[in-house]
């Protein structure tokens, strides 16, 4: 017998799931806002992007951050304070990129740290 109770067991299952649900409901918006499926359509013109660079051991990762002006594409939308985060490109000012803007959504912003996310 492993001396775990009954309950113990359940409990260490349910706190599992909970967890893996949490993370599988992450990817899945996150995945759903990249491909455009939700959030509103339109374009992030760029106003200025900021490199952050990490190391660990020998590998070096740079990601950008740009600030800029979003404009739905029905035009009923315009945010001049967007953000774009975690590019893999650091994009000059003036660059047009089509995304998704989602300032509406608390969570959308929340997991992407940007009010936008770029459209794949």
Known sequence: MSGKT???TLYGH??????????????FIKG??????TGTHGTFTVKEC??????????AQHDDD???TFRSDDGKAVD?????G?????????????????????????????TSTTAS
């Open 32 to 37: 759903l806002t990249a491909a455009g499926l």
């Open 66 to 68: 740009c600030a800029g």
């Open 86 to 114: 975690s590019l893999d490109t650091e994009y000059d000012p003036g660059a047009k990129l089509a995304t998704q803007g989602h300032d509406d959504s608390k969570v959308l912003s929340a997991l992407s740290g940007a």
């Open 50 to 59: 900021s490199r952050e660079s990490t190391s660990h051991r020998s590998t």
């Open 80 to 84: 001049n304070e967007a953000s774009l």
């Open 6 to 8: 009954p309950s113990k």
């Open 14 to 27: 349910i706190f599992f799931l909970a967890v893996a649900l949490v993370i599988f409901t992450v990817l």
